[in-house]
């Protein structure tokens, strides 16, 4: 993207942007920039951008989780995703989140963490995201196939892994695809080796080992 102090991860740039008000404001900001209120689909994310992006002593920016239906989910493309980070449910009247950083003093240690707000605070920051949906680099394992538990995507055939991760290139928030080189068969995820399995005590995915079956994953 070229933006001073983006950062690149899980094939999306995530960006500080200055903007003063409530989380639809920040929202509706993002999206005047081509991209969205960003979703944190990998833990690592919290302290990676809370430390990018600390200001002095402290940092408070929007991010797109809040509370949908009654649970707790990342808002992309104006459908929630699952919640990939185990936080409780904010108490009511704290519906929103936000990505909060602080620290004493310069040699402190940072605690970044994300914080319940009310939807109707007024912040003075937002991180936006946009996907680059340009074909990316995948690691690959041989015979397993990835068992997305909620919402997984749709089946299409595919002439190779090529066009298996492109397509995957296309969706916001997949991090590997489950490609099956005797048939084309093609399966995007948004689930990986590399997040939790089981969050809440509630199972995300399951892997099955299947020779006829490779795994690619972002790296």
């Not at 600390?54 to 493309?77: D, E, P, Y």
């Not at 066009?163 to 969706?171: L, V, Y």
Request: aromatic content about 10%.
């Amino acid at each position: 993207m070229g933006k001073t102090g983006s950062h690149f991860a899980y094939s999306s740039c995530y960006f500080l942007a200055n903007i003063s008000g409530t989380q639809a404001d920040a929202s509706d900001y993002c999206v005047t920039q081509g991209g969205q209120l960003a979703s944190l689909f990998g833990e690592d994310l919290v302290s990676q951008l809370g430390s990018l992006f600390l200001q002095f002593s402290s940092v408070q920016a929007w991010i797109g989780l809040k509370v949908t239906g009654g649970k707790l989910k990342w808002m992309v493309n104006n459908a929630p995703h699952t919640l990939f980070k185990n936080v409780s449910t904010p108490p009511t009247g704290s519906e929103c989140y936000a990505l909060v950083s602080d620290r004493s003093s310069l040699n402190a240690i940072e605690n970044p963490r994300l914080s319940p707000m009310a939807c109707s605070a007024s912040l003075q920051q937002a991180i936006c995201m946009k996907s680059d949906h340009i074909y990316s680099s995948y690691s690959i394992q041989g015979g397993k196939k990835v068992i997305e538990a909620e919402a997984p995507e749709s089946v299409t055939t595919e002439i190779d892994f090529n066009g298996c991760g492109a397509r995957c290139s296309e969706i916001i928030g997949c991090v590997g695809f489950n490609f099956n080189p005797s048939d084309g068969s093609c399966i995007p995820t948004k689930v990986g080796p590399a997040m939790p399995s089981v969050i809440n005590g509630v199972i995300s995915y399951t892997f099955q080992i299947d020779s006829s079956w490779n795994f690619y994953e972002r790296i």
